[in-house]
Every structure is written in C-alpha cells, then in structure tokens.
C-alpha cells in the first residue's frame, strides 16, 4: 500500500495565524495549530512606542515567520507525519495587507534607519487611514472615465494597495523611495519561502487594480494621481501575475531549516483568505454565495458572466475558481463589532451571570438575545463600525444605534448588532441580484457560522433564504491545502486542478438554518427602515465623516 501524501495548509488571519495538516486523497485534517501574532495589530503605537494616528492597522511582518516556524513543526509532531510525506504547501492572506520591502524581499522595518517609522511595517487589510488618497483616486478616474472602475464596484477601497502606497508616498516619502518593492504579505511569506517573487493573480487583479485581459491602469493615470507615481507598477509592484494553484517554487534549502521541511517540497502561490474559503468549503459551481463570516465578512461568489455591481470589492476573471469571473463584496466590521460590545458594554453583573451559567459572555448573550422577538426592542443599528465596505465604499463612515430609551438593556444593544449585520449582507445580496448576478445557494463559514446559531438564524431570518453552515472546520486553511495539494501536481500524488483537489479534499454542510416565516415578515419592514438609515447616512447627509474630521482633527 502506496504511503499517505499530506499537505499543509496556513491562513493568516487579522490576529493570529493557523496551520492544518491534511491527507491529500480525502482532506481529513490530522492535527491543527494556532499561534498568535506576538505584536498582535498595531493600532496605538510601534514597538519603540512611537505613536499612530487614527485609523491605522500595522503588524510586525517578522511575526508571520514566526508562527510558520512554530506551526509547521506542530504539525508534523502531533501527527507522528515527516517532512518526507508532505508533497505540497499552500497559504492565504487577509487582503490587502501590503510590506515595503527591498528587492531581496528585507522589510524596511528590518532595518535599523527604519524601525520608528510606521510607513516601514506592514499595513494590515483594516488599516483605513488612506481614505483621503482612496476619494481622491477615485475622483480623478471618474473624471478621466476609466473603465477599471466598472470592476470594482463604482470604487477604489481605501484598504487596496494604491491608495496605500499613495499614502506612503504623501506621508513618508523617504519610505516611498527606499522601497524597491511593495508586496502583498502573503506574497512576501512565499517569497521568504521559495526565494522566489512570484505574484498572485487574485491579490492583484481584487486588490491591486489589475485585470487579466488589460492588466494595471495606464502609467499616465498613475502620473494623474502624482507624478512620482507614474512608473509604481514597473518599479515597486510587477506585471507578471501567477494563477491560482501555480506551483511558486520549494522549500529552499534556507527555508527547510525553519520549517522543518524538506528542501524541494512544492509551495503554492499565495490566495486571498476569503477566495481560498471557497474551494476550501467544497464550492465549485457558480452562483453559490459563501459568505465568510469573522472578523469582518466576505462574500465569495463565481460567475460564468461578468456583471457590473455597484460597491462590491472586485470582479477577477479566473480570481477564485478558473473559468469563472469571481465576484468579492463584504463587510468590514462583523466579530469585531461584537467584540467591541463585550469589552466595552458588558457589566460585571452580566459577567457574573455568564460565569454562573459556564457560559462564554459572547454565548450567554446570545441565549439572550435569542428571547428576544424582532422588532421588540425598538432598535435599529448601523453595521457600521470599521467603516463600510460594500455597498457604500467608505471607511469613514461609523457605526449607529437608533431608539435607544432608559430602559434600553445591553443584551437589546447586542441583537441590534446581530441584526444590522444581517442587514448589511442583505443589502450586498439585494445589489447583486438587482445587477444580473443571481444566487442559488447561500453557504457560510468562518468561526460566528461555527460558534453562533442566534446570529445565524438572524442572518436567514433577514435575507429570507436558507443558509447551509459548511461543515469543514476552517475553510480558509482547507483551500490553502488544496493549493498545494494542487501545486504539487499528480506527479508527486497532488490534483492536477482546484476542482478535482476540492471536490476530493473537501465540502459537506454542518448546519442549515431555515427562515422563520413570522420573524422575515417583520424583519421585512424593518430592513426597509435600515435602508432608509444607510441611503440617508452613508449617501445624502456626511455628518458621520464631519464627525471623523473633527476626532482627527482635521477640521
């Protein structure tokens, strides 16, 4: 009997990184490991103390190799697996999350001129504080009418690369011209790897304003922008761009001296997190939405034809699936917004009574919650907290709570929360449909579709279809396995594409939560009030980003 091959999958989440180890003719998990990140996000202060402004999100790219140098050896020790069994590795990466580095792949950071300088570290996916350089680039290509916008929804994101590297350059010049490259971090760590740059197709074409069939804007927009940005594309980014599934090249001989691997071993390109959820969760046929559902929330859906949709993140031809035009639309505030209520609402009384119960505070309010009937409370909120990503395209947008009263109780608060969340997602499903991008299926992943049935049922309450939980346990690491199951290739026991390794390696449903006919009838009227808050709020009246002048003081 031929010996099992195994892969190793890694996702680099916002606060920590996990890894799987996993069988490659089934995709039967073998041992899991999370690790994480030491210096956490970086949204006060650096290392040495030196202060951040409002909106910034970094992290210490030296973390990140940290966690592989741990994780990967984990791995194989808790499994009894060696490094001679593993035919293949696979990564995904928040997006866009972005390094400048030398050309050697040395993060400015490293060095010691630029250790106190923020623009040197990493830029995490939430790190907002481009907004100014995101409205400008968009004012300028609508003016120029640059067709690129049609694919990202009308709109550049403050959290793409562009307008982050803009704001390296506006802020920190000196950082700008030091930087011989600029890098998606999850093509850094394949970089640090394989010794080898190879870029993938779907952090540029959903974050980087790159398309397959016309590749980036005209270097004449990039001089519209600022002169000094004319040639960006050629001298900090590339023009070659790798698909999905591309072996980037192997564990070198370096690298196998942290990672336990052996020298050889296949490495995938790297993926978006969210994009690699979707063969991870088993998906390969189009029009099924999964829906990520975490720290903030990604909806993943591929196409057989290109529909433009206003406020989504970014359509990429072969993006998720190849074949297929994949759609990414989402919101950038879901866990984090809970996370928020019960380190800055909660009690101790509250916590006492979770305590009593062997309860999680998170679970205990949701049992809570649960009690409560839609629409009892009078509350209606806005899922704005981290600004809004679809369909608004703003992260200077903030959150809201509307009908509060003296007798207004915290576990109220938390529903409404839950509820405008649902909203939201409503909200991206009604664009996409009202656009020509029909959805026959709705599946979900990530920990709140694991841990949280209340939010769940919220969700299929408000959108009024049935949500089928995907039953693989971090569909994110599962289809950075099927990344390298697929990189390694048949010759050396791997799949010879994404369907046939996703189709092999995973899929199934843990859960289905089915409407409740009385509570989408309310919540039928009630997302009609949320509609009228978010067109008011986030389109007509700009008080909300008056208000965030003012706290930065920028008036």
């Excluded at 809970?338 to 062997?358: C, D, G, I, P």
């Excluded at 843990?510 to 009030?529: F, T």
Aim: glycine share 10%.
């Amino acid at each position: 009997m031929a010996e099992e091959k195994y892969v190793i999958g890694i996702d680099f989440g916002t606060l920590s990184a996990r890894g799987v180890l996993v069988k490659v003719r089934d995709g039967a998990i073998v041992s899991s490991e999370v690790k994480e990140y030491p210096h956490g996000v970086m949204d006060k202060r650096l290392p040495d103390g030196t202060e951040l402004g409002p909106d910034w999100a970094l992290q210490h790219p030296q973390d990140y190799l940290d966690c592989i140098s741990e994780i990967f050896p984990t791995l194989m020790k808790d499994a009894g697996v060696t490094a001679e069994n593993i035919i293949g590795v696979g990564s995904d990466f928040t997006t866009c999350s972005i390094l400048p580095t030398k050309a050697d792949g040395t993060p400015l950071c490293f060095l010691p001129q630029y250790r106190e300088t923020p623009h040197a570290y990493a830029k995490l996916w939430k790190h907002h504080a481009a907004q100014r350089e995101a409205n400008e680039l968009n004012r300028i290509a609508a003016e120029r009418g640059e067709n690129f916008l049609s694919n990202y929804g009308g709109k550049i994101s403050s959290e793409w690369m562009i307008p982050k590297i803009w704001q390296i350059l506006n802020e920190a010049p000196e950082i700008f011209n030091a930087a011989e490259r600029i890098m998606e971090c999850g093509d850094w760590v394949v970089f640090q790897l394989t010794g080898e740059e190879k870029r993938s197709s779907c952090q540029m074409g959903y974050k980087a304003i790159w398309q397959k069939e016309t590749g980036y804007p005209p270097n004449d927009f990039f001089r519209a922008l600022d002169p000094r940005l004319e040639h960006v594309a050629d001298e900090k980014l590339s023009r070659t761009a790798y698909p999905l599934g591309t072996r980037a090249g192997t564990i070198t001989k370096n690298s196998a001296k942290w990672t336990g691997l052996n020298p050889g071993t296949p490495v995938a390109v790297s993926c978006g997190d969210a994009h690699a959820a979707v063969p991870g969760a088993g998906i390969t046929r189009p029009d099924v939405m999964l829906m990520v559902i975490g720290t903030s929330g990604c909806d993943m859906m591929v196409s057989r034809q290109r529909c433009r949709i206003p406020g989504i993140c970014g359509i990429c031809e072969d993006g998720i699936l190849p074949g297929y035009f994949g759609y990414e639309a989402g919101q950038s505030c879901i866990g984090d917004h809970f996370q928020w209520f019960v380190e800055n609402m909660v009690s101790t009384e509250y916590r006492a009574a979770a305590k009593e119960k062997n309860m999680s505070v998170y679970r205990y309010f949701d049992d809570l919650a649960t009690q409560i009937r839609p629409g009892e409370s009078g509350l209606l909120a806005l899922d704005w907290w981290n600004g809004n990503r679809s369909v608004l395209v703003n992260a200077d947008l903030t959150g809201l709570i509307l009908g509060m009263t003296l007798r207004t109780k915290p576990e109220e608060i938390y529903k409404a929360l839950a509820e405008a969340v649902a909203f939201g997602k409503r909200k991206i499903i009604d664009t996409f449909q009202a656009n020509g991008a029909g959805i026959s299926e709705l599946y979900a992943t990530g920990g709140i579709s694991e841990k949280s049935p209340f939010v769940m049922q919220t969700l299929a309450d408000v959108i009024g279809k049935t949500i089928k939980v995907s039953a693989v346990d971090n569909a994110t690491c599962m289809g950075a396995a099927v990344m390298g199951a697929v990189a390694a290739g048949v010759e050396k026991g791997g799949y010879g594409g994404i369907p046939d390794a996703a189709s092999a390696m995973s899929g199934g449903v843990r859960a289905v939560y089915v409407p409740n006919a009385g509570s989408h009838v309310i919540y039928e009227r009630l997302y009609q009030e949320y509609c009228t808050l978010h067109d008011y709020f986030g389109i007509r009246n700009n008080v909300m980003e008056r208000l965030k002048k003012m706290e930065s003081a920028e008036t």
